[in-house]
Antibody, heavy 118, light 108 residues
Framework: QVRLVQSGAEVTKPGASVKVSCKTS????????IHWVRQAPGQGPEWLGW????????KYAQKIQGRFIMTTDTSIDSAYMELRSLTSDDTAVYYC???????????WGQGTVVTVSS | EIVLTQSPGTLSLSPGERATLSCRAS???????LAWYQQRPGQAPRLLIY???SRATGIPDRFDGSGSGTDFTLTIRRLEPEDSAVYYC?????????FGPGTRVEIK
């Protein structure tokens, strides 16, 4: 079955960077986009972008463009998102999710809590 | 950029009743690319409906999606205690994709 398993919680300071990982299994990794979505405490989800593992193509939400970087490693069926220049506003649960072939996040990881605090 | 609004903010209903959730888009959603997710506390969102009206795999037929253009509805028939959750609509027809603010469904 399709599984996405994310890395553990991160606590970091303003201005720092963190890298969240998403290990997939149960399907052909290169065949489906990976989306990244975050959810701040008490808020609704916020779509951040997607990456194509097949060719590395990306689409970012304008809000995080240039500050968050999505990558994949097809040798180990994993996706990553590096979060740079973090502020307290970036405190959230970060999810990776596999696409269904129609740009829709369908299978989700368990989420990674990222806390930015001085 | 498409903005989604959802109403009501909270629904409090008894088991067996029907819940009607609304999602309105600021402009027409391309190809009815509108989905609904259920999120229980501490869990990731779970896909219920895609393409405005198609149920995702394993979703009971108590959940129905309808609508087109800018107005969409999620109906949950015969509410069960496990339906207590926040429900989000999501448009994926045009970038940037967007989620609505959610409707909380409470089961009395």
């Amino acid at each position: 079955q399709v599984r996405l398993v994310q890395s553990g919680a991160e606590v970091t300071k303003p201005g720092a960077s963190v890298k969240v990982s998403c290990k997939t299994s149960g399907y052909t990794f290169s065949a489906y986009y990976i989306h990244w979505v975050r959810q701040a405490p008490g808020q609704g989800p916020e779509w951040l972008g997607w990456i194509s593992p097949d060719n590395g193509g990306t689409k970012y939400a304008q809000k995080i463009q240039g500050r968050f970087i999505m990558t994949t490693d097809t040798s180990i069926d994993s996706a990553y998102m590096e979060l740079r220049s973090l502020t307290s506003d970036d405190t959230a649960v970060y999810y990776c999710a596999r696409d269904n072939g129609l740009l829709l996040p369908t299978w989700w990881g368990q989420g990674t809590v990222v806390t930015v605090s001085s | 950029e498409i903005v989604l609004t959802q109403s009501p903010g909270t629904l409090s209903l008894s088991p067996g009743e029907r819940a009607t959730l609304s999602c309105r888009a600021s402009q027409s959603v391309s190809s009815d690319s509108l989905a609904w997710y259920q999120q229980r506390p501490g869990q990731a969102p779970r896909l219920l409906i895609y393409g405005a009206s198609s149920r995702a795999t394993g979703i009971p037929d108590r959940f129905d999606g309808s609508g087109s253009g800018t107005d969409f509805t999620l109906t949950i028939r015969r509410l069960e205690p496990e339906d207590s959750a926040v429900y989000y609509c999501h448009q994926y027809g045009g970038s940037p994709f967007a989620f609505g603010p959610g409707t909380r469904v409470e089961i009395k």
